[in-house]
């Protein structure tokens, strides 16, 4: 079945911190986004300008999205992409959601301590293939939310995490010991999608893409 079946290409956009990034930069493309910024409960909307459907979704369930052919493009951070190891097509670096992941942990923590870790993190791939670069074997625990609490509580010795602004990790009296991959926020698209219906996919990234290479020759000023 074609998720284009009601004319409306669908597109999984991640609620939160990615929406009120994401929102300004449609706008700029010329894409109302009356109906999301006043979305009140709501998760679903058609513009009313335009043959598009956005649907809110977690980060995490966005790529599912696509990957089952329930949306045709996602908007979603590169961190979640490779967690879960996405195997869709990434068209778009849109440039923003700009983050880092990190080690962090109280301040006593010793990275080089002969003892075998424990690290608390959303990531447990991302932070498995970081340790086994170090060529360290750690045990992690898979946490949801609030990941800084592990250290502080003692559940782990340190976390992997991403961090944009790193006010969470100065308020909680942590500390980085490590920076790893930088994250952004990136435009991807189903495959089955692409191929049924590049004309309209293309012509959506092109109306985005304007408005990337605009607000990059800006910022490189
Ligand atoms: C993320 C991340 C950190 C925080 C870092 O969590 O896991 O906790 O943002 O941001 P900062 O460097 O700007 O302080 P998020 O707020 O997305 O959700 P969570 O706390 O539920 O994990």
Do not use: W
Not at 1 to 7: A, E, G, H, V
Not at 122 to 129: A, D, G, H, S, W
Not at 177 to 183: G, I, N, P, R, S
């Amino acid at each position: 079945m074609s998720s284009l079946d009601n004319k409306r290409l669908k597109i999984a956009l991640t609620k939160g911190r990615v929406e009120k990034q994401v929102v300004p930069l449609l706008e700029a493309a010329n894409i109302n986004c009356d109906q999301i910024r006043n979305k009140k409960r709501r998760l679903i909307f058609d513009s009313e300008t335009q043959p598009l459907e956005f649907i809110l979704a977690k980060g995490p369930d966005v790529t599912t999205f696509l990957e089952r052919g329930a949306a045709d493009i996602g908007i979603v951070g590169s961190d979640i992409l490779t967690e879960h190891q996405s195997s869709q097509y990434e068209l778009l670096d849109l440039g923003i959601g700009k983050c880092q992941f990190v080690l962090a942990s109280t301040q006593d923590f010793d990275p080089k301590a002969p003892k075998r870790k424990i690290i608390g993190t959303k990531y447990p791939l991302i932070t498995k293939r970081y340790f086994d670069s170090l060529g360290q074997d750690v045990e992690i625990i898979k946490i949801e939310g609030s990941v800084e609490l592990a250290p502080l509580t003692g559940l782990a010795d340190a976390i992997v995490d991403i961090t944009e602004t790193g006010t969470t990790i100065r308020e909680n009296n942590l500390k980085i010991f490590d920076y790893l991959d930088k994250v952004s926020t990136r435009l991807v698209v189903n495959r089955m999608s692409l191929k049924q219906h590049p004309d309209e996919i293309f012509s959506f990234v092109d109306q985005i893409k304007q408005v990337v290479d605009k607000k990059g020759k800006t910022i490189s000023k």
